[in-house]
């Protein structure tokens, strides 16, 4: 995904955002996203989630 330039873990993310002075920084949800959630539509036909994982592993993406 050329607009992705990282992905913080939950722990970092949560670190960064106090450092820069966010008060009351909670994780609320922490959950996979799943193919079904992240399907083709009619108005996004051409690629999904399934377009990025590894088939054998749906845990990892193609890079």
Request: neutral net charge; contains cysteine; glycine residues 0%.
């Amino acid at each position: 995904m050329h607009n992705i330039y990282f992905i913080l873990i939950t722990d970092l993310l949560k670190e960064l955002l106090e450092k820069i002075n966010f008060i009351n920084v909670k994780i609320v949800n922490c959950t996979t996203t799943t193919c079904e959630e992240q399907r083709t539509t009619s108005r996004m036909t051409i690629r999904s989630l399934n377009s990025f994982l590894n088939p054998n592993n749906f845990s990892q993406t193609i890079e």
